[in-house]
């Protein structure tokens, strides 16, 4: 039994999901949500994670097989396919079930995110719409947080757009390690038609126009926070992808690029948090 739930937790996407979690809890803390709102939009959030973790380590157990992918616990039969796929399902029913105590508006919107990131798993990974999923999911995150407010307001087109674009740029970065693999199993989604370089001009171009958008988005001049913001967009990518050239060439997976959206994806929800401008 242990052994079943260490494999389900390491083939869950643990690093993602628990930053993608975090980040929930701290826009809804920002937004003004009571300690049980902020507890409410955490849970449904890390099931959503969940649901798509699992989801796509139980798709992809063949071809992460084929490849050797010996950190995915399906593909290596510490866990079973079959195990993986049920955890998936318990947790895609539970996703709406918790944001039902936000509000029936805020459980459509994180229902419909929910839905488009499967749709990502399966069938649009491999299609010239791969990035819409990341965009669609993302930037349905700040407006489930928003709508889960009391009265549930309108979220902000800016804060949306700023979340899409990031989401977007999680993307590039995110498939950037997985090219090669991926040629090899047949996935063609759009990082793979544009290329590595055309990849990761994107990833760093969507990343800098997410923070220019919480910056330049709400009324009145941006702050000295948010001047720093678009800066560390500008740095952070381009030093991420070198680090990640030395973890290729010692023979490791080059995942920076990705920590690097992670890391400008905090450094925005801090932006917010200390600007009070969430809403």
């Not at 674009?165 to 047949?186: C, E, I, M, S, Y």
Request: hydrophobic share 55%.
């Amino acid at each position: 039994m242990s052994s079943t739930v260490l494999g389900l937790v390491r083939t869950s996407h643990p690093e993602p999901a628990a930053a993608v979690t975090t980040v929930a809890g701290l826009l809804a803390w920002g937004a003004g949500h009571r300690p049980a709102g902020v507890l409410a939009v955490a849970l449904t959030v890390a099931a959503s994670q969940l649901a798509v973790g699992w989801a796509n380590d139980a798709l992809d157990a063949d071809r992460d097989a084929t490849v050797g992918r010996t950190d995915k616990p399906v593909a290596t039969g510490a866990v079973g396919r079959r195990t993986t796929a049920v955890a998936a399902a318990v947790a895609a029913l539970a996703t709406p079930a918790l944001a039902l105590a936000t509000g029936p508006a805020a459980a459509l919107c994180v229902t419909v995110a929910l839905v488009s990131a499967l749709l990502y798993d399966w069938p649009l990974k491999s299609t010239p719409v791969s990035v819409l999923p990341y965009a669609v999911s993302f930037g349905s995150l700040p407006a489930f947080v928003v709508l889960a407010l009391p009265g549930a307001p309108a979220p902000p087109v800016w804060l949306v757009a700023a979340a899409a674009f990031l989401g977007a740029g999680a993307h590039f970065a995110n498939v950037l390690p997985d090219l090669a693999d991926d040629a090899r199993t047949g996935v063609r989604g759009l990082p793979h038609r544009l290329g590595p370089a055309g990849s990761r001009a994107a990833a760093a171009g969507l990343l800098l126009a997410a923070t220019a958008t919480l910056v330049l988005g709400p009324p009145g001049p941006p702050s000295g926070v948010g001047v720093a913001a678009v800066a560390a967009a500008v740095v952070v990518p381009p030093l991420s992808w070198y680090g990640g050239r030395g973890a290729a060439r010692a023979g490791g997976r080059p995942v920076a690029a990705f920590r690097a959206v992670m890391l400008i994806a905090l450094i925005d929800v801090v932006l917010l948090v200390t600007s009070g401008r969430l809403v």
